[in-house]
Nanobody, 115 residues
Framework: QVQLVESGGGLVQAGGSLRLSCVAS????????MSWHRQAPGKQRELVAA???????NYADSVKGRFAISRDNAKNTVYLQMNSLKPEDTAVYYC?????????WGQGTQVTVSS
């Protein structure tokens, strides 16, 4: 079992930046990959960014060049640096641990981008 707690969301103007953090209750090395997802009102949850245990990253096309995912294994923490935010980035952002036989989700943190 892994508990994940996200933080860092908030209200920001378009063009601004936020950094989300996801702290795990145990070593994130037990997760083959860590990922960030988001869900906007009335829409399905979508993958935003992921990072493997080896540090390989991938991003949704909509955030490439603007968002960056990183991990600090010593702190059991994954980050999502979000720059040049747009109103369409408004959503609840969730952290996920993708373990070998199961996956775990955080409770989410709200990001609101005003125009």
């Amino acid at each position: 079992q892994v508990q994940l707690v996200e933080s860092g969301g908030g209200l920001v103007q378009a063009g601004g930046s936020l950094r989300l953090s996801c702290v795990a209750s145990r070593s994130i090395l037990s997760c083959n990959a860590m990922s960030w997802h988001r869900q906007a009102p009335g829409k399905q949850r979508e993958l935003v960014a992921a990072i493997t245990i080896g540090g390989v990253t991938n991003y949704a096309d909509s955030v490439k060049g603007r968002f960056a995912i990183s991990r600090d294994n010593a702190k059991n923490t994954v980050y999502l640096q979000m720059n040049s935010l747009k109103p369409e980035d408004t959503a609840v952002y969730y952290c996920k641990c993708n373990a070998l036989y199961s996956s775990y989700w955080g409770q989410g943190t709200q990001v609101t981008v005003s125009s």
